[in-house]
DNA sequence: GCCAACGTTGGC
DNA sequence: GCCAACGTTGGC
């Protein structure tokens, strides 16, 4: 019997020369074949009802998860998912994002402590993101554990990485291609070595 | 609250 | 497979 067709808009969202990659140490490589390990999350720190449930979770809700630890639930956008299900590694580290509120930037430094599965949200028509048309022997929605490791010394606003993009395209600097403008609207998204220790150094600045 | 950008859906 | 309509994201 022949492969079954996965359905178009997986095959579009996957790319089609995504091969199964063998769960090795990441490492960036010139060129093509990237492989990351690190990230960029997006949370909302202030309450907004989607369906008439608050779906605010911001850092300071991390926190009081237990063992500071959070499912990240909800995702509905195919890239994000497949970052989650395909390359998010344990170990791997993350930029906690406030978005959708006053001064949107990045607050906190987290952790992936569990490896990508069935996000059950899918599931409950109850929840705000509901899929009624993801099956139980075949879902559709996953998602990875994440875990609260420090603050960042000092807030990382939007406004200062936009300025410091927008520089370096001019100048080749590290967050010339910086996915937070390149695919603005990713609210999983890699972030390159080099992205990463640049804004760490963003750390240490008066 | 506005709305630009962009992802998704569905008719053809 | 195109593309217009529609819905969502998220900065401002």
């Not at 690190?38 to 907004?48: G, N, T, V």
Request: hydrophobic share 30%.
């Amino acid at each position: 019997m022949p492969p079954r067709k996965r359905k178009l808009d997986e095959m579009i969202a996957d790319g089609k020369k995504q091969k199964s990659k063998p769960a090795q140490p990441q490492k960036e490589t010139k060129g093509s074949n990237v492989e990351y390990c690190h990230w960029l999350m997006k949370s909302e720190p202030d309450s907004r009802l989607e369906k008439g449930i608050d779906v605010k979770f911001g850092i300071e809700d991390l926190k009081t998860c237990p063992d500071q630890t959070a499912c990240w639930d909800g995702v509905r956008n195919y890239q994000a998912r497949n970052f989650m299900r395909d390359q998010m590694k344990l170990g791997h580290k993350v930029f906690f994002y406030h978005s959708n509120t006053k001064e949107p930037g990045i607050v906190a430094i987290c952790e992936v402590v569990k490896e990508s599965y069935v996000d059950h949200t899918q599931f409950d028509s109850k929840d705000p993101h509901y899929d009624e048309t993801s099956k139980k022997d075949n879902p559709r929605w996953y998602m990875v554990d994440v875990k609260y490791k420090r603050m960042l010394k000092r807030f990382v606003p939007l406004s200062q990485l936009k300025q410091l993009h927008i520089k370096h395209k001019e100048t080749g600097g590290p967050l010339k291609n910086i996915a937070l403008f390149t695919k603005a609207r990713l609210s999983v998204q890699p972030v390159t070595q080099d992205e990463w220790d640049y804004i760490l150094s963003l750390e240490d600045e008066g």
